[in-house]
């Protein structure tokens, strides 16, 4: 994610309850991989790769459960807009207030772990944690959702076509 | 013609009086011994303080924004004219460093000019002794965080002198006064929170012993206010909130609206849902006027939140409205709503300039506001009266102001409402004309315009309040308007309501504009060029491709070697060129709030980079 104004703040407990139904729906349809992944302590002290200091792997333990999986992916839109991610970075991600996220340009990374720990656990420029907002399946889908973005940008994304749902390495 | 300028030369009139009368206590103080000392001390103590508080307004400065408190950006100096400016050439430059949007004006006092920066809001110091020599650099460190809160780019909009302070605004809701010499830090007075979406970008205003400020963030659930600081401390003196029971208003027995529809108890509340005007909007980021003879300000008011107006029924008080209000107390003396229940983020916070004119052969006192939705209003500034309001932009969305009632008649069709597509509405959400502030010269009595051209298509949608993000329920997508080009500047002749002449430009002209004595004007374009005209006829004289795109406010001074020079500051970016700034994504339209869809080929014509233009005639003298 690019250093140009990220945005929003600390999303809180009052966001996580209005956004119950999707979040419960979406809890319900996890795999069990997310149960082995690490806890929110663990992750806050993993380092963080970017453009600045280049890693060439994700750790791992931050393996996206549902990299290509279309339904998530589905999921993952509907709860950027549902979050107000579209707020700050712009229905379809095209960027405002926060930066665009179909683009090649990741400060903070853009591998799927990378992607996970920024919307986990904020970033200085703006971006608000979403750790007490969201459980890290509603993360993981987002994450899956915003690896398509970049493809295809102006059509919606469907969940029916698996063909859209290959995932970009940014 | 020239009575138009009558309140801008009354005050320099004024003011030229009181220096004066100042020059000759002090000569009487140095020429006598103990004895006079004493009575001159109390002269120069009596005759000192209308000095410090009044505006200085030396012909060679810059102090302000506005360069006066009408808000004319009309100088007087008259070395540059319409037969010369062709040979201006650059005297010197000097590089911010930044590379988001640059709006301010840079100021000139004495010998040093004055640049404030966008975030991270440093104020530099120059020397024009020695042609711009750094003198000292000021860091108010703002929060990095502020930049996620600020809905369309991270822009300042300038600082403001006065009794030896520089007093800007940082993006973190901090104003600061810095010592003018030193560039040391005097007082940083905190006014806002970045988590709940506040931010500061507005040009303070100093009246007298106060300085007055106001909020941003009308697209993130923010409360609007306007606060006065004491110049001295920065203390709180006063807060007026722009919705709200009226005792947060600052309405009380002296509020005497013009129109029926703006009297009541407590219309800040009942125009609302319950309690939605906690997170209405009605945000005070524009330009703020003074008049002396009144010692009123007035100040318009940003759009209502959310932008979706089904989730406020109601007109939404006090939100796209223009206040008049005592600069001591902060008490309302008037109000106009200019746009009820705004449909289309049509705020109010555009310049109102103070002018004297003659209306059907009777003297007005008068202001003149070219509003976002695309009317020149000309109001009674005793009143609140509209006099008249006329289209100064291609419009589709408001068919007549009824003078009446005072409000604008929306179109059918060109109503917003949740999950309906609506096209073509123009002025599209930044209105005919946004930020970018008109000037006005009293020698052709016309008003210059840097205006847009732009029509939007908008789908409302249901949005939650979650405090410090967005809170907006409208995807926009804006285009360039008919004949595809997205800007003009023109100029107006307000006693007869109508355009002399215009210029099309590509992009919105979205930089400020001056006017000097020498009958020329000038402004700048997002693609590149800063540009003089003929303010008679609008005639191209000269013109010069800046390093990136201008969207600052240009002004001009004299220099300590009695030349008139013309300085700006380029470098692309605000709402309009946040495409560049942010690197937006242009195959998406929606993109900044749908302004990257209107400005989708700005990328080809510059990139970002803040720098400071400083141009001369040849010549070591005047």
Redesign the interface.
């Not at chain 2, 979650?466 to 907006?472: C, D, E, N, Q, R």
């Not at chain 2, 700034?581 to 994504?585: I, N, Q």
């Not at chain 2, 195959?587 to 709030?593: D, F, H, N, T, V």
């Given at each position: 994610m690019r250093a140009f104004h990220i945005s929003c703040r600390d999303i809180s407990w009052l966001g996580a309850l209005i956004l119950g139904i999707a979040i419960a729906d979406s809890a319900a349809a996890a795999p069990a991989a997310t149960q082995q992944l690490p806890g929110s302590e663990q992750i806050m002290h993993q380092q963080v790769g970017g453009t600045h200091i280049p890693r060439p792997a994700t750790p791992d333990q931050l393996k996206n459960p549902y990299e290509g999986n279309a339904s998530a992916a589905a999921e993952g839109r509907s709860l950027f807009n549902a979050m107000n991610c579209s707020g700050c970075h712009a229905k379809d991600a095209g960027g405002g207030m926060g930066p665009p996220l179909g683009d090649k340009d990741w400060i903070y990374g853009g591998e799927p772990g990378q992607i996970y720990l920024s919307i986990l656990q904020g970033r200085p420029n703006g971006m608000p944690s979403f750790e007490k907002a969201l459980p890290p399946d509603a993360l993981w889908k987002l994450v899956t959702y915003i690896r398509t973005l970049g493809q295809s940008p102006s059509e919606p994304i469907d969940a029916s076509s698996p063909a859209k749902q290959t995932g970009k390495a940014h | 013609m020239h009575r138009n300028g009558a309140l801008a030369n009354r005050q320099y009139g004024t003011n030229v009086k009181k220096y004066a009368s100042l020059s000759q206590a002090e000569w009487i103080a140095m020429k006598l011994a103990n004895f006079v000392s004493r009575i001159a001390v109390s002269l120069l103590t009596v005759c000192a303080l209308p000095v410090a508080l009044a505006a200085p307004v030396k012909d060679s400065d810059w102090p302000m924004p506005a360069k006066d408190y009408a808000n004319t950006r009309f100088s007087r100096l008259n070395q540059i004219t319409t037969g010369n400016v062709k040979q201006l050439q650059l005297a010197w430059t000097f590089s911010t460093g930044l590379a988001t949007g640059h709006e301010a004006a840079p100021l000139v006092v004495g010998d040093t000019m004055y640049v404030v920066t966008p975030y991270p809001n440093y104020l530099y110091a120059l020397d024009l002794k020695s042609g711009g020599r750094l003198k000292w650099t000021y860091k108010p460190e703002p929060a990095?965080?502020?930049?996620?809160?600020?809905?369309c780019?991270?822009v300042n909009r300038g600082a403001a002198y006065a009794d030896g302070k520089i007093v800007f605004n940082a993006l973190d809701n901090h104003t600061v006064a810095v010592d003018a010499e030193t560039g040391k830090e005097i007082w940083k007075t905190k006014l806002g929170d970045?988590?709940l979406?506040q931010t500061m970008t507005m040009a303070p205003l100093i009246v007298k012993d106060k300085v007055i400020v106001g909020n941003s963030g009308g697209e993130m659930g923010v409360r609007g206010w306007v606060t006065a600081l004491n110049l001295k401390d920065g203390s709180k003196a006063w807060q007026a909130f722009s919705t709200g029971p009226d005792k947060d208003v600052l309405i009380g027995a002296d509020f005497k609206p013009y129109y029926e529809s703006d009297r009541g108890k407590d219309l800040g509340v009942k125009t609302w849902p319950p309690d939605k005007w906690q997170i209405g909007g009605g945000t005070v980021w524009g330009w703020i006027s003074y008049d002396p003879t009144t010692n009123l300000i007035f100040y318009g008011t940003a759009n209502p939140g959310p932008w979706n107006p089904d989730l406020r029924p109601g007109d939404n008080k006090w939100t796209s409205s223009v206040f008049a209000r005592d600069a001591d107390t902060g008490m309302a003396k008037w109000a106009v709503q200019y746009n009820p229940h705004d449909l289309h983020d049509y705020d109010g916070v555009n310049e109102h300039i103070l002018v004297d004119l003659t209306i059907q052969g009777k003297p007005r006192k008068v202001m003149l506001h070219p509003d976002r939705n695309g009317f020149l209003y000309v109001l009674d500034r005793t009143t609140g009266e509209i006099i008249s309001a006329n289209p100064f932009v291609y419009t589709t969305s408001i068919q007549k102001v009824d003078l009446k009632t005072g409000h604008p008649i929306v179109a059918p069709g060109k109503e917003p409402h949740t999950g309906i597509r609506v096209n073509d509405i123009c002025p599209a959400a930044p209105g005919g004309k946004d930020w970018q502030p008109s000037a006005f010269s009293p020698q052709t009595g016309l008003l210059y315009i840097p205006h847009n051209h732009l029509c939007m298509d908008v789908t409302s949608t249901e949005?939650?309040y979650?405090?410090?993000?967005?809170?907006?329920g409208m995807?926009v997508s804006m285009k360039k308007g008919p004949g595809d080009y997205g800007g003009v500047f023109s100029a107006w002749n307000p006693a007869t309501g109508k355009e002399v002449w215009a210029i099309k430009e590509h992009y919105p002209a979205w930089s400020g504009a001056l006017v000097t004595a020498g009958d020329v004007v000038f402004y700048g374009t997002m693609d590149r060029w800063f540009k003089a005209v003929d303010a008679k006829t609008g005639k191209e004289l000269w013109k010069f491709q800046a390093g990136s795109g201008v969207i600052g406010q240009p002004i001009t001074f004299q220099g300590p070697d009695g030349k008139q020079y013309i300085a700006v500051l380029s470098g692309v970016g605000g709402w309009a060129g946040?495409v560049v700034?942010?690197?937006?994504?242009t195959?998406?339209?929606?993109?900044?709030?749908g302004f990257?869809n209107a400005m989708k080929d700005l990328p080809n014509d510059t990139t970002p980079g803040g720098m400071l233009y400083v141009f001369a005639l040849p010549g070591n003298t005047p």
């Open positions: - | 990095r965080a502020a930049q996620g809160v600020a809905c780019d991270v970045i988590n979406g949005v939650g979650i405090a410090g993000t967005p809170y907006v995807e946040a700034s942010g690197h937006l994504d195959r998406i339209p929606y993109g900044a709030l990257v």
